[in-house]
């Protein structure tokens, strides 16, 4: 992905791009894949933008059980929420589950007024308000997964949400990563699967592919119809 195109630089041309680079030192770095870029317990020091490949965030919780776990793809941000409300530690580890290229920025750029009051500082940091509210919106649309009653309508509104009307859809997320995401373990997730392909709803097509067969039905599922 071009800086240009990601959304914390949106109405900014190549030269505002270029100083915005110099004022806030951010720098581009890579990280091979399976490497960390940061756990869970180091202190935040940049916010991160996704120039390519896949991130990994995870989340432990204090009985030391992996709770959370989410793919961020090209163009998304991560870490900003720790670096901005200035904790000790990330709430989460990221881990580049493809070789990755990041934007490192700090927070120095946001929290300090240019001196020249420069017009492209100002839409940057308007520009971050935005990432921060869809950052915002993926929390609620998570909270309102886990929150969709039985763990079969979770899967249906799961699979409802990543297909975006389309009838095949690539699954990001394991079979034991998806089971963590849903708040199951894996023989309750495959046996629900089983259900939902044997009522001709979807159709598994491997591992990493499912169909939606009806998506009528999958709707009944997610309302909870009998």
Do not use: W
């Not at 581009?28 to 869970?40: D, N, P």
């Not at 990994?56 to 929420?81: A, D, H, K």
């Amino acid at each position: 992905m071009n800086l240009k195109n990601l959304y914390l630089f949106r109405e900014l041309n190549d030269i505002e791009i270029n100083k915005s680079l110099h004022c806030s030192k951010a720098e581009v770095i890579e990280f091979k894949k399976g490497s960390s870029i940061f756990q869970q317990d180091e202190k935040p020091a940049h916010l991160y933008l996704i120039l390519s490949g896949l991130v990994l965030i995870g989340q432990i919780n204090i009985n030391g059980r992996q709770v959370y776990t989410e793919y961020l793809r090209e163009g998304s941000c991560f870490g900003e929420v720790d670096l901005f409300l200035q904790k000790d530690s990330y709430n989460y580890s990221s881990i580049a589950k493809t070789d990755v290229k990041l934007l490192a920025v700090t927070r120095h750029f946001f929290a300090n007024v240019c001196q020249k009051n420069c017009a492209h500082h100002q839409k940057i940091i308007f520009n971050m308000l935005h990432i921060f509210a869809e950052a915002s919106e993926r929390n609620v649309t998570k909270i309102q997964l886990l929150s969709s009653g039985t763990l079969r309508q979770r899967i249906a509104y799961y699979l409802q949400l990543l297909s975006q009307g389309y009838p095949l859809l690539e699954l990001p997320l394991n079979r034991e990563e998806l089971a963590i995401y849903l708040n199951t373990t894996r023989p309750s997730l495959s046996r629900e699967l089983s259900h939902l392909q044997d009522s001709g709803i979807i159709r598994l097509e491997n591992r990493k592919y499912v169909r939606i067969v009806d998506p009528r039905l999958l709707q009944e599922e997610i309302d909870g119809a009998e």
